[in-house]
């Protein structure tokens, strides 16, 4: 059982950044970050193996980059020129089994964390 823990949401300006972390309890092989906006599917944002490979969704290309930080068991999502469209509550999920040809696919995800809420504003 791996526990997800996300931090680092708030409220900016349309243009701003934000640094995303997603602090997990044990070691993990793939993780993804994902997004859901009220009344909206849940939309993969970011994926990254723990060999570094990255994959990116093409709404947010561009403008975010995914990294982790092995040794502490932690993941980020830095986000530029953020738009409100972003807005919306960002989860982070860890796979056992790494698939990066589904990589945006809830369903391959087993752990997820409880998310933390993204606000930009015009």
């Known amino acids: 059982q791996v526990r997800l823990v996300e931090s680092g949401g708030g409220s900016v300006q349309a243009g701003g950044s934000l640094r995303l972390s997603c602090a997990a309890s044990g070691y993990t092989y793939c993780m993804a970050w994902f997004r859901q906006a009220p009344g909206k599917e849940r939309e993969g944002i970011a994926y990254?193996?723990?060999?570094?490979?990255?994959l990116r969704s093409y709404s947010m290309k561009g403008r975010v980059t995914v990294s982790r930080d092995n040794a502490k068991n932690t993941l980020y999502l830095q986000m530029n020129s953020l738009k409100p469209e972003d807005t919306a509550t960002y989860y982070c999920a860890a796979a056992t089994i790494c698939r990066p040809d589904f990589w945006s696919t809830e369903g391959k995800y087993t752990y997820w964390g409880q998310g933390t809420q993204v606000t930009v504003s015009s």
């Open positions: 990254i193996e723990d060999s570094g490979t990255t």
